[in-house]
């Protein structure tokens, strides 16, 4: 039997994801928060639902700012994070204070409210660079950045909380979401809207070794039904689920098919590999399917065409 939501936070629900998330919420009825301080996400992402839901400027490191968030919440859906492996790297101190310890105040302030469950929002990043494919949920996890240990440690602190707190936990391992709205500007930006702006500024792209490297590319609005299932699924407290597609995208091409989209003829600059960069990703969605009822419906040239409208819209905007 799937279970109702009622009353929904969601942390990061300005973001990328987030505010796809908060969309869908919004438009099965659920009374929704957002709780993000803005360093990453736009509240032009949620123009579309900004007059009904209760948006929240803060942070999560904010015991008190979190608790009246989830205050009355039914679910939590965690997707406030330093979502880059390169910010990571670069400043691992700084990106664990808010997916360590930011997570760890998530998961108490849902114990202390009262939530009945929360989706966190993991990372394939956890497989590192096993050269298995694809990538099951039973393999041992192999980190090669701090954001992938940071993921794995969320993992860990979410099954704590369903065994010893009784909180409904479940983890999705995200492989490469791409979709509108995923901020184009920044450096640490996805491949997809990075390839996306290149393409559209007649601009050469640059590519992080030889471009052979494969990935696993899922639309977010097939992020978004995973999360819908993994709140409302009875029987799923205390789990981790791949999301993907299990088909996969070498990165050269990936730049051929945005480029044609564009009408851009430029090849592209290969540069070293950068550290913490994984060659192949590809997902086994076998346990979402079985056990959520996950199934992408998004073909990945229907979900690029859909995002490059996006991307060009946005460019006229800037």
């Given at each position: 039997?799937?279970?109702?939501?009622?009353?929904?936070?969601?942390?990061?629900?300005?973001?990328?994801?987030?505010?796809?998330?908060?969309?869908?919420?919004?438009?099965?009825?659920?009374?929704?928060?957002?709780?993000?301080?803005?360093?990453?996400?736009?509240?032009?992402?949620?123009?579309?639902?900004?007059?009904?839901?209760?948006?929240?400027?803060?942070?999560?490191?904010?015991?008190?700012?979190?608790?009246?968030?989830?205050?009355?919440?039914?679910?939590?859906?965690?997707?406030?994070?330093?979502?880059?492996?390169?910010?990571?790297?670069?400043?691992?101190?700084?990106?664990?204070?808010?997916?360590?310890?930011?997570?760890?105040?998530?998961?108490?302030?849902?114990?202390?409210?009262?939530?009945?469950?929360?989706?966190?929002?993991?990372?394939?990043?956890?497989?590192?660079?096993?050269?298995?494919?694809?990538?099951?949920?039973?393999?041992?996890?192999?980190?090669?950045?701090?954001?992938?240990?940071?993921?794995?440690?969320?993992?860990?602190?979410?099954?704590?909380?369903?065994?010893?707190?009784?909180?409904?936990?479940?983890?999705?391992?995200?492989?490469?979401?791409?979709?509108?709205?995923?901020?184009?500007?920044s450096p640490y930006s996805g491949v997809i809207s990075?390839?996306?702006?290149?393409?559209?500024?007649?601009?050469?792209?640059?590519?992080?070794?030889?471009?052979?490297?494969?990935?696993?590319?899922?639309?977010?609005?097939?992020?978004?039904?995973?999360?819908?299932?993994?709140?409302?699924?009875?029987?799923?407290?205390?789990?981790?689920?791949?999301?993907?597609?299990?088909?996969?995208?070498?990165?050269?091409?990936?730049?051929?098919?945005?480029?044609?989209?564009?009408?851009?003829?430029?090849?592209?600059?290969?540069?070293?590999?950068?550290p913490g960069d994984i060659v192949h990703s590809l997902?086994?969605?076998?346990?979402?399917?079985?056990?959520?009822?996950?199934?992408?419906?998004?073909?990945?040239?229907?979900?690029?065409?859909?995002?490059?409208?996006?991307?060009?819209?946005?460019?006229?905007?800037?």
């Amino acid at each position: 039997m799937a279970l109702t939501l009622g009353k929904a936070l969601v942390t990061g629900g300005a973001g990328f994801i987030g505010s796809h998330i908060a969309e869908a919420l919004v438009a099965q009825g659920c009374e929704v928060t957002v709780l993000d301080n803005l360093s990453s996400g736009r509240l032009a992402n949620l123009d579309v639902i900004r007059e009904r839901i209760t948006f929240v400027e803060g942070d999560i490191e904010d015991p008190e700012v979190l608790s009246s968030a989830a205050r009355g919440c039914d679910t939590v859906f965690h997707q406030a994070a330093v979502v880059s492996v390169p910010q990571t790297i670069h400043q691992p101190v700084t990106s664990a204070a808010v997916n360590d310890l930011g997570t760890i105040k998530v998961l108490e302030a849902a114990r202390q409210n009262g939530v009945r469950r929360v989706v966190l929002a993991s990372s394939s990043a956890v497989y590192g660079d096993v050269p298995q494919l694809p990538k099951t949920e039973a393999m041992a996890p192999s980190p090669l950045s701090p954001y992938a240990i940071q993921k794995l440690t969320n993992e860990f602190y979410a099954e704590l909380y369903h065994r010893m707190y009784a909180l409904q936990t479940v983890c999705l391992r995200y492989f490469n979401v791409y979709g509108p709205r995923q901020d184009p500007s920044s450096p640490y930006s996805g491949v997809i809207s990075i390839f996306m702006r290149k393409a559209l500024e007649n601009q050469q792209p640059m590519i992080y070794g030889d471009g052979r490297q494969t990935r696993d590319f899922v639309f977010v609005k097939d992020v978004v039904q995973a999360n819908i299932l993994a709140a409302t699924h009875e029987s799923v407290s205390g789990r981790v689920f791949n999301i993907g597609t299990s088909n996969s995208v070498e990165i050269n091409a990936l730049w051929y098919s945005i480029a044609a989209l564009a009408g851009c003829i430029l090849s592209p600059e290969h540069v070293d590999p950068r550290p913490g960069d994984i060659v192949h990703s590809l997902a086994s969605i076998q346990r979402a399917k079985e056990q959520l009822g996950f199934q992408p419906v998004h073909d990945f040239s229907e979900g690029l065409q859909k995002t490059f409208e996006w991307y060009r819209q946005y460019a006229r905007k800037e």
